[in-house]
């Protein structure tokens, strides 16, 4: 009986070993399970829960979220701000105020679109000083308003004032002042004053520069207020004195009186078509303005101008004198109600606004040509319509037209100070078949 008990007995102990391999596999299976079970009911639960979670405490996590985004990447209006011109935008940021200097001839523009035709204020020359407030993402610093307010195209700024130079054109030449006029040390506007030429007087000039002329002493002077001298003619005559004793013969000079006549003939030159142009001089039907324009008359006329010489002068006064900005006027009062167009009193008051406050856009320095040529007497009109855009396309615009001898002619003073600033005269007295595809009305 005891092998067989033995042998009982190691079956037995070899079941239990097995039996007990198999509980731990049974509860560490089970374990897994269970642990399964609990990560899966832990998932669910999350999942159950997150969609659970009241809609006010994921908003304020949402919240919280779009809070710190914002904060991060947010711009305070007073960093950056959006500009808006018609379809044209851009955006502006603010920096500390200081002085660069102009590297050569650039344009000074109302806004920072290279492709605006009609955005141009004034040609600064090489040197030029300017204060900038704040850049803009088109390549552009904003001017400080105290002096050149406006944009300017980064490329032709620097830091460092650089050395101004100029071409000089050598020719002699006699010019009349028409206004007293600073003599400058350089052929630019912010060069020293080293004296002055009164109006009226004669200088005799020995070469040019720009827009400036060089005179005999070294100085610079501003060329569009100098004009050619009147030709005058002068006459004698005899009167005879009788006596007992003998008889002599005197000669006097009588008052020196100009030799120009219109041509009656137009011999198709500007001058000949102005010139033979029938006047019609009349009032604008403003009083105030009517005072402006002679006051002007006064400083830019000289005696035996022709027609041409007074419209030129004209032309001329208003590029030079003029910046352009949008909706600058001078009160209404007494003016009635002007809206915008071919109309006596929108014409006087653009006009007045134009010439008073040295501001305006097309509009105002159409309307100040037309009202000056209506004093001189030449038939002109208001036109609104397009020009064409350096950039492409067309973009809306008001210009002169002057009827001469059943012909169109135009004028276009503020596309004129655009383009070059004046002293070209690229769109005075011109037919539309001559600025082909430059106007649409």
């Known amino acids: 009986m005891k092998p067989m008990d033995e042998k009982q007995e190691k079956f037995t102990v070899s079941q239990v070993i097995r039996r007990w391999n198999l509980r731990v596999v049974a509860v560490v299976t089970a374990s897994l399970l269970v642990m399964s079970g609990i990560c899966a009911w832990a998932v669910v639960d999350a999942q ?30 007073a960093e950056e701000d959006s500009q808006q011109t018609g379809e044209f935008a851009w955006e502006e940021e603010e920096i500390e105020p200081k002085t660069l ?36 993402d088109l390549g552009y610093y904003k001017c400080d ?22 071409t000089e054109v050598p020719g002699t030449a006699v010019k009349v002042a028409t206004d007293t006029v600073n003599k400058r040390s350089e052929p630019r506007t912010s060069a020293e004053v080293v004296g002055q030429v009164e109006s009226g007087q004669r200088v005799n000039v020995v070469a040019s520069a720009e827009n400036f002329y060089k005179l005999e002493d070294g100085s610079w ?16 005559t005899g009167s005879s004195q009788s006596s007992s004793s003998a008889s002599s013969t005197s000669s006097s000079t009588q008052a020196s009186t100009p030799s120009y006549t219109a041509p009656v003939v137009n011999d198709g030159t500007v001058q000949g078509i102005l010139n033979s142009a029938p006047l019609n001089p009349r009032s604008t039907g403003y009083a105030a303005t009517d005072t402006k324009i002679q006051e002007i008359f006064n400083q ?29 006027y001078v009160s ?49 009109a208001y036109v609104s319509g397009s020009t064409h855009a350096s950039g492409g396309g067309y973009t809306g615009h008001n210009w002169v037209e002057v009827y001469i001898g059943g012909q169109t002619y135009v004028f276009d003073p503020q596309v004129e100070d655009n383009i070059s600033g004046g002293g070209t005269y690229q769109r005075f007295c011109k037919t539309y078949a001559q600025v082909p595809g430059k106007y649409v009305k």
């Not at 969609?51 to 914002?70: C, F, I, K, L, Y």
């Not at 001839?105 to 492709?115: A, K």
């Not at 308003?145 to 830091?159: A, I, Q």
Request: hydrophobic share 35%; glycine share 6%; proline share 4%.
């Open 48 to 77: 159950s829960s997150q969609q659970q979670q009241p809609a006010h405490v994921a908003a304020e996590g949402m919240e919280e979220t779009t809070s710190s985004q914002t904060e991060e990447n947010v711009v305070t209006p």
């Open 145 to 166: 308003e105290n002096m050149w307010f406006g944009y300017l195209s980064m490329d032709y700024l620097t830091e460092e004032e650089p050395e101004f130079s100029w």
């Open 221 to 236: 002077v501003y060329a569009p207020y100098f004009t050619d001298p009147v030709t005058t003619t002068a006459t004698s």
């Open 101 to 136: 200097y102009v590297t050569e001839t650039v344009r000074l523009r109302s806004t920072p679109d290279f492709d605006d035709e009609t955005n141009t204020i004034k040609c600064l020359d090489a040197g030029t000083a300017v204060t900038v407030i704040a850049t803009t």
């Open 300 to 328: 830019i006329f000289t005696p035996g101008m022709t027609t041409y010489d007074k419209v030129k002068a004209c032309y001329d006064y208003i590029i030079y004198n003029t910046s352009y900005a949008r909706g600058a």
């Open 332 to 380: 209404s009062a007494g003016f009635g109600n002007p809206s915008e167009g071919n109309n006596d009193a929108y014409i006087a008051w653009g006009a007045l606004s134009c010439l008073t406050l040295g501001k305006g856009s097309c509009n105002t320095y159409s309307c100040a040509f037309i009202a000056m040529m209506k004093m001189i007497g030449l038939d002109s």
